[in-house]
């Protein structure tokens, strides 16, 4: 529990406390200026340094695409097999796709039929 | 759902642009800086009792609290900046106490005080006259000399709740302790003043007419 006079003496030492910093001469003002400049300039230090490591990561990805991805090249054409060549230029296939009605007719009739 | 979209996009086209925050934060760190320098500087010089040594510390808790915690809420600022400054004051003691040890092997053991020049140390007049100047920095050297004294604890609880106006919970969080150990400590800082001051102290502060409040 505080007295009063414990507060009474506290607010005396402020008094004198406060007498003392007002009382700092010029040279030392200048120096706590300084000093807080510097400090201050270490801000902007630091938020153009946040920017650094993202830039980084950027400019190496970057990099590392013009490098592992190649150019554009000539598309290779692939071998196809005979059997798919021969079902695409065989005329049986292109005349079964003109006569699309007659065979879905005879699926029908199967159908009927009961043929599976 | 549209009224939040809208309200979010508002808010986001009102957010300021990171340059612009940067600037007003450090606008913000300059003013709480500026303002509160002086008395950190008396403060720290009071416990290392060297101005020169006092200037560095003050200077690395400025860097590192805008370095480390300018992007804190600004009503965090002093309790925090506060703490850096005594953990440098600490460091500072530990150091010197090494040194000393050093110094006594070589036969040349000296203590923080022996180059310590009282005038060099005493504020510029404001205004006083000369007397009255003379038993202020008189009462002062007193008070400093005293404060310097007490246990390390007891001074950092001291100053910022007397010095510093730091209020029991920044105090706690300025010391890394608990609001009960600040009151103890101060208390106890209180009281040693008062018995070593009672006769030099400001206005010769007695026993007479204490009461509880």
Known sequence: MMKKSDNEFARQTKVLFDESVDGLDAATLSTLNQARQRALATTRHTSVLRWVPAAGVAAATLVAVMVILPGPTEVEVMPTSMTDMEILLGEDSIEMLEDLEFYSWIDMADESDGVT | ?213
């Open chain 2, 1 to 213: 759902m549209h009224v939040e979209s809208a309200s979010f996009a508002v808010s986001w086209a009102n957010e300021p642009s990171t340059g612009t925050r940067a600037l007003r934060q450090e606008q913000q760190l300059n003013r709480f800086l500026a303002d509160v320098e002086r008395r950190a500087l008396r403060i720290a010089e009071i416990s290392v009792r060297d101005r020169d040594d006092a200037l560095d510390l003050v200077q690395d808790a400025m860097i590192k609290l805008c370095r480390s915690y300018g992007e804190r809420p600004s009503d965090e600022w002093t309790p925090l900046f506060y703490r850096i400054l005594q953990n440098g004051v600490r460091d500072w003691h530990r150091r010197q106490a090494v040194r000393n040890r050093i110094m006594v092997w070589f036969g040349r053991g000296r203590s923080d005080e022996d180059d310590y020049d009282v005038v060099a140390g005493a504020p510029d007049p404001i205004g006083r006259s000369p007397d009255e100047e003379l038993t202020n920095n008189e009462a002062m050297d007193s008070l400093e000399r005293a404060v310097a004294d007490l246990p390390a604890r007891q001074r950092e609880a001291f100053m910022l709740r007397t010095f510093e106006g730091l209020d029991v919970a920044g105090t706690a969080l300025a010391m890394g302790c608990s609001e009960g150990s600040v009151k103890t400590h101060y208390s106890r800082a209180i009281h040693t003043l008062r018995k070593k001051l009672e006769e030099h102290g400001p206005d010769g502060a007695g026993d007479e007419d204490d009461e509880e409040i």
